[in-house]
C-alpha cells in the first residue's frame, strides 16, 4: 500500500558542494507546489538526532540559489552510524509526523539513509552532490562543474607565473578515490601530465614525459594530481623526486585544498539542482523510496541506492584517449 506523503524533511550532509542551495531551494518549493510541509534539518544526520528541526516554505528559500555552500549547514555524525543514533532519529522525525526524508550529499549520506531505509522502512530520497563525480548512476552531480571551473580558472593563473619564470608546477586537485576533477580540468588548462587513482602512471614513465617535453621546447609545464594518486606518497614526495631526477626544472608545488569548493554554483549546477528537486519530490508522491536521483543523457532517472553506493561510476576511456594525445 502506499504510502500517503504530507510532510517531508530534507538535510544536507557530508562535503558541502556548490548547487547544494540550489537543490535544497527546488525542495523546498516542489513541495509547496504540491501542497506538501517541508522541515529543514540543520547539521545533517546529526541534526536529525537532535531534533534540529525549522519549518521552511517558499519564501525560506528565497535568494539562495546563487550561494555557494549550504544554509542548514553539514556535519558528519558518528552517532548515525550506531542503531541507537538512528534510532533518536527515527523517533524524531516520527514525532514531528514526518512521512518521508530527502537527504543531498554523496556517498556516505546515501550510506546512512539506505540504512536507515532499511531500519525503519523510512521513505528515503537521494540528490546527489559531490564536487568528486564519483556517484554511480548519474553522468553529473551537483558541485562538479562548478569545482571544474574553479579549478582550471587557478590553473590559467599558475600558468602565468609558470611560463614567467620557466617552472614546473605540481597542481594537486581533490578526488582521494576519483579523477573526474583531474582529468577533466587538466585538459580543460591545457596541463601537460595528468595524475589519476584510476592510471598509476609511475614514476619512470612521468620523467621520460617530463624529459621529453623539455627537449621539445617546452620551457614550464603544469602536471596535475589527484590527490589520491598512486605514483607518489604524495604530491610533495613526488615533486621532490622529480627535481633530484630532472634538476634541470624548477619544481613548484600548489595544493588547491577547499577553495575548489567555494564560490557560486554555475548555471550547469544550478540547473542540475533544480531539476533533481523536483524529480526526489515527485518519486515521493510516486509512493517510491530507497532510490537515487540521477541525470543520464540529460534526462532524469531513479537509481537504486545501493547501485549507487556499491557501482563505480569510471573515467571515460574517450577522455583518457584524449588527454594521452593531447599532452604530446
Known amino acids: 500500500m502506499k504510502k500517503i506523503i504530507k510532510k517531508i524533511a530534507v538535510i544536507t550532509s ?13 525542495v523546498v518549493r516542489s513541495a509547496s507546489y504540491y501542497k506538501l510541509e517541508c522541515i529543514g534539518v540543520y547539521r545533517g544526520y546529526e ?15 528565497h535568494q539562495i540559489i546563487q550561494k555557494g555552500g549550504t544554509i542548514l549547514k553539514s556535519a558528519r555524525s558518528e552517532e548515525f ?4 543514533g538512528r534510532k533518536k532519529a527515527y523517533e524524531n522525525l516520527v514525532e514531528a509526523e514526518i512521512d518521508a526524508l530527502v537527504i543531498i550529499g554523496g556517498d556516505g549520506t546515501f550510506t546512512g539513509g539506505m540504512i536507515f531505509n532499511k531500519e525503519f522502512k523510512f521513505p528515503v530520497i537521494g540528490i546527489p552532490a559531490t564536487i568528486d563525480n564519483d556517484i554511480f548512476g548519474t553522468d553529473y552531480t551537483i558541485g562538479y562543474d562548478t569545482a571544474l571551473n574553479n579549478v582550471v580558472e587557478v590553473i590559467d593563473k599558475i600558468r602565468d607565473t609558470a611560463s614567467s619564470h620557466n617552472r614546473l608546477f605540481f597542481v594537486e586537485v581533490m578526488g582521494r578515490d576519483s579523477g573526474f576533477i583531474a582529468l577533466n580540468a587538466g585538459i ?20 621520460i614525459s617530463l624529459e621529453h617535453s623539455r627537449r621539445s621546447g617546452k620551457t614550464s609545464s603544469i602536471v596535475i594530481v589527484a590527490e589520491g594518486d598512486k605514483t607518489g606518497k604524495n604530491v610533495f614526495e613526488l615533486a621532490s623526486y622529480v627535481e633530484k631526477n630532472l634538476p634541470q626544472y624548477d619544481v613548484r608545488v600548489s595544493v588547491l585544498g577547499h577553495m575548489q569548493r567555494g564560490g557560486p554554483p554555475s548555471c550547469f549546477d ?19 523510496s530507497n532510490l537515487m536521483v540521477g541525470s543520464i543523457a540529460n534526462k532524469m532517472v531513479a537509481v537504486e541506492l545501493d547501485k549507487a553506493i556499491k557501482e563505480n561510476h569510471r573515467i571515460n ?3 583518457l584517449r584524449i588527454s594521452d594525445i593531447l599532452t604530446i
Open 14 to 26: 557530508g562535503g558541502d558542494a556548490p548547487g547544494m542551495n540550489a537543490a535544497l531551494r527546488a
Open 270 to 288: 544550478r540547473v542540475l539542482a533544480s531539476r533533481m528537486g523536483v524529480k526526489a519530490i515527485e518519486l515521493l508522491l510516486d509512493g517510491k
Open 81 to 84: 552510524k550506531t542503531k541507537e
Open 188 to 207: 580543460g588548462a591545457g596541463a601537460e601530465e595528468i595524475l589519476i587513482p584510476e592510471e598509476d602512471m609511475g614514476l619512470d614513465r612521468l620523467l
Open 317 to 319: 576511456d574517450e577522455i
Open 47 to 61: 541534526g536529525l538526532i537532535d531534533g534540529d528541526f525549522k519549518k521552511m516554505d517558499a519564501r525560506s528559500v
